[in-house]
């Protein structure tokens, strides 16, 4: 029986090395080139050409100046993503359902029941999401990392050949 191979996508940006400490490093990298071929980046195109700065794994010994090659694992980006968009949403209309039924019960009206009690439950929702970013950050299986020094801003040491 042969096993079908797993292709881990990757999503890549290059950036700048900005400050080194501790096996991680800071990388200025600029937003476009992951949303080059993604379906929404007409959503996002305000972002287009603007730099930001990424704290990264730097297993690689990159040093500041340096050019580097920075990734996340796509599994975990669409893990994330589904986290931040699609479970608010849920929430919220849960929320909605849940304060539809309860608002003639307390004694107003089922619109308002939905309104607080959909928004309170997605508020809740957020809050706990920004908890779980906290812990999200400390798993390196959703950290960046640098994945390849394209080029050093260190000098190469001269070699010389006295022949």
């Keep these: 029986?042969?096993?079908?191979?797993?292709e881990v996508v990757m999503i890549r940006e290059e950036g700048i090395v900005q400050r080194v400490f501790s096996g991680k490093a800071i990388v200025k990298v600029h937003r476009h080139a992951a949303c080059e071929?993604?379906?929404s980046r007409g959503a996002c195109d305000i972002f287009e050409g603007k730099e930001m700065e990424v704290e990264v794994i730097n297993e690689l010994g990159a040093e500041e100046g340096d050019r580097v090659e920075v990734s996340v694992p796509g599994g975990s980006?669409?893990?994330l993503s589904l986290l931040v968009y699609f479970i608010p949403?849920?929430?919220?209309?849960?929320?909605?359902?849940?304060?539809?039924?309860?608002?003639?019960?307390?004694?107003?009206a089922p619109a308002l029941?939905?309104?607080?009690?959909g928004g309170a439950l997605m508020a809740v929702t957020y809050w706990t999401l920004k908890r779980m970013d906290k812990l999200a950050?400390?798993?390196e299986?959703?950290?960046p990392r640098?994945?390849?020094v394209l080029s050093s801003s260190v000098p190469m040491p001269q070699i010389c050949d006295s022949k």
């Design 1 to 6: 029986m042969k096993m079908a191979s797993v």
């Design 37 to 39: 071929h993604c379906d």
């Design 77 to 79: 980006l669409l893990k």
């Design 89 to 108: 949403i849920v929430a919220l209309i849960v929320g909605a359902s849940i304060g539809n039924f309860l608002g003639p019960i307390i004694g107003v």
């Design 113 to 117: 029941g939905a309104i607080a009690v």
């Design 137 to 139: 950050l400390s798993t």
């Design 141 to 143: 299986a959703y950290s």
């Design 146 to 148: 640098i994945t390849k």
